[in-house]
Every structure is written in C-alpha cells, then in structure tokens.
C-alpha cells in the first residue's frame, strides 16, 4: 500500500507542472485527489477530497504552486495590468497627458490606486518619461516605478 501511494505520490509530483496551467478543480480542491480524479460529480469529488485529506498534499501543493494549487494573485495583476496597458495604450497616452481620463482612472484602478486624481497628476507631470519609448511595455515597466516611488502614489497605491 505504501509503494501504491509513493508511486502515485511521485507520479503526481512529475505530473503536475502540465496541470498547473489548467489548474481547475472541483469542489474537492487542489491536490493529488483533484489530479487523479477529475470527474465533477459529487462521489467523484468526496474521492478526492478524501484523497486530498489521506495523504495531506494540500499544503504542499500550496506552498509550491503544483497539484492544481496556485496563488495567482500577484501575476494575475501583473498580466491583467499588461494587457490593459497594451489594448489601450494610445488612450493613455492622449488621457496621461491631460491628467485625467476614464481609461487613465481604470489603470489606477488596476494598479491598486484609490485616489485616481493623484495618479493622474503624477502621471501628468512625468508625461514625457513615461512615454519616451513609446512602447506599451516601458510605459508600463516606468509607471510602476513611479507608483512604488513617488511619495504621493505610496500611500493610495498597493501593488
């Protein structure tokens, strides 16, 4: 029994990184269970939670990012800010140099900031270094900079 559940242990170990991307789960959770068993129905997911509990890889997969465990929290943002920042760069640009803007206020949003106005004032005043690349990445790459720089944007800001 023991070998059974080493092999499957060490299998699930190899494995993992090729589900990390998918990363969807049912009700039983992330872990080993959710890997091995992948049939949403409710006997299929008391199976693997009662695997997930047997064999406690719950924690280790959650502090390693593997078996179908992940914290997305910090990358996502990081992507979700990419991607705004690439399908709108222009309007930024345009709103950044009047210091304000409704695409403007929706980045600040997604960089975390409250006060949309300060954002936007600073934003304004270092216009012409934060697009003198005119590239969506270094715009971005230098906002961030400035948010976890500048003064004024520390205390509205949590990136």
């Known amino acids: 029994m023991k070998r059974i559940l080493a092999v499957s242990l060490f299998l699930a170990l190899v494995a993992s990184p090729l589900y990390v ?4 789960h049912g009700a039983a959770g992330c872990g080993l269970g959710s890997i091995v068993i ?3 129905k409710k006997v ?3 199976i693997a939670a009662t695997v997930n509990g047997t064999v406690l890889n719950q924690s280790f997969g959650i ?5 179908g465990c992940e914290t997305s929290g910090f990358t996502q943002k990081q992507a979700e ?7 709108n760069f222009q309007s930024l640009e345009q709103e950044f140099a009047k210091g304000s803007g409704e695409k403007m206020e929706a980045f600040a949003s997604l960089m975390g900031c ?3 106005g300060t954002f936007g004032k600073v934003g304004k005043e ?3 270094a934060l697009f003198d690349q005119n590239t969506p990445d270094s715009f971005l790459e230098k906002m961030r900079f400035e948010v976890a720089n500048n003064s004024d944007l520390v205390g509205s800001c949590k990136i």
């Not at 991307?21 to 969807?24: D, E, G, V």
């Not at 502090?63 to 078996?67: A, H, I, N, R, V």
């Open 44 to 46: 299929h997911q008391v």
């Open 126 to 128: 270092k216009f012409s």
């Open 21 to 24: 991307a998918s990363a969807k």
């Open 114 to 116: 409250s006060d949309a």
């Open 38 to 40: 992948t049939e949403n």
């Open 81 to 87: 800010q990419q991607i705004f920042v690439h399908m």
């Open 63 to 67: 502090s390693t990012g593997t078996l």
